[in-house]
């Protein structure tokens, strides 16, 4: 849902910005991106940036609001995954710099920076995880278990800028020992 200061949908060029945005955000720092920077780095004019943000603020807040719509997508493929919500979610949490990862990555450093918003935007996402994957494993503590595995993969590959991202043979062995622990839960 949009923010009181995003009045425009979200367009391509709208995903563009925020992508860039995110991306400038991860790779700079909050306080060290203007909206001239992100709007020279999306090939946008700075009127074009603020036809669809007003301020910073409200770039932020569309940031927050395209990752709750790329986190529902995500949410959607995982209940519907053949493998499983819990084989998806592990799978996927090997950091590929997409789209999703760009703007989870620039919404945890909002977080970090104490925005409230983006606190709130992380908290739901993580909570929608957790109630798709307590679909298939009812247990909360072997379900959060999972969500922590995926998590340490993901943040150790997005630190690394995508450098240490798990291999297939590490990925296989991840899966058995969750799998093993998944069959394990009461």
């Known amino acids: 849902m949009p923010t009181s200061e995003q009045v425009r949908p979200l367009t391509p060029a709208a995903r563009t910005i925020l992508d860039t945005a995110g991306r400038l955000f991860y790779e700079r720092g909050i306080a060290a991106v203007g909206v001239d920077a992100i709007a020279a780095e999306a090939g946008v004019s700075k009127g074009g940036l603020l036809y669809h943000f007003g301020s910073k603020k409200a770039l932020v807040d569309g940031l927050c609001d395209w990752l709750d719509e790329l986190v529902a997508a995500d949410v959607e493929l995982m209940a519907a995954a053949p493998e499983g919500a819990v084989e998806y979610y592990v799978r996927t949490s090997n950091y590929d710099d997409s789209q999703l990862d760009r703007a989870i990555v620039a919404v945890m450093r909002l977080s970090q920076a104490a925005n409230d918003r983006a606190e709130r ?22 379900a959060r278990a999972v969500l922590l595995l995926g998590d340490g993969l993901y943040y150790d590959a997005a630190l690394s800028g995508g450098r240490r991202r798990a291999t297939d043979a590490q990925m296989a062995g991840l899966l058995a020992v969750v799998a093993r622990m998944v069959d394990g839960a009461p």
Do not use: G, K, S, Y
């Open 121 to 142: 935007a992380i908290r739901t996402m993580q909570d929608r995880f957790l109630a798709t994957v307590q679909e298939q494993v009812p247990d909360e503590a072997t």
